[in-house]
């Protein structure tokens, strides 16, 4: 009854005899972060679908102002993006059961 003395436990080699794989261990990493990412609910509008017309400005030449295109213009109001986010459901990426167990397997061992 010694308590320095430990004792050995015999565990088996097919859970934790498993060969290292990055590539699993990476893949279950990013499915828990983007399960707890959840859903973004940010909206915003590409340039195309902001209210109003797709008529030119005003006249290229004979103005004396810059040059100017389009009336809906990325740079013109706040909330006109280029590349839009828009909202994404991350948990809708899926993971097989056996490539779950799988990577258990190559973390516990």
Request: charged content about 30%; proline content about 5%; glycine content about 10%.
């Amino acid at each position: 009854d010694d308590p320095s003395v430990v004792g050995s436990v015999v565990v088996p080699n097919s859970i934790f005899g498993v060969p290292l794989r990055k590539d699993l261990i990476h893949k279950a990493y990013w499915y828990h972060r983007r399960k707890m990412a959840g859903y973004d609910h940010t909206m915003q509008l590409y340039k195309w679908e902001w209210p109003g017309s797709n008529r030119k400005v005003r006249t290229q030449k004979k103005s004396g102002k810059g040059r100017m295109g389009r009336r809906k213009a990325v740079g013109k109001f706040d909330g006109v993006h280029a590349h839009a986010l828009r909202p994404k459901d991350w948990s809708e990426i899926k993971m097989g059961k056996r490539i779950v167990w799988k990577s258990i397997k190559v973390m516990l061992s």
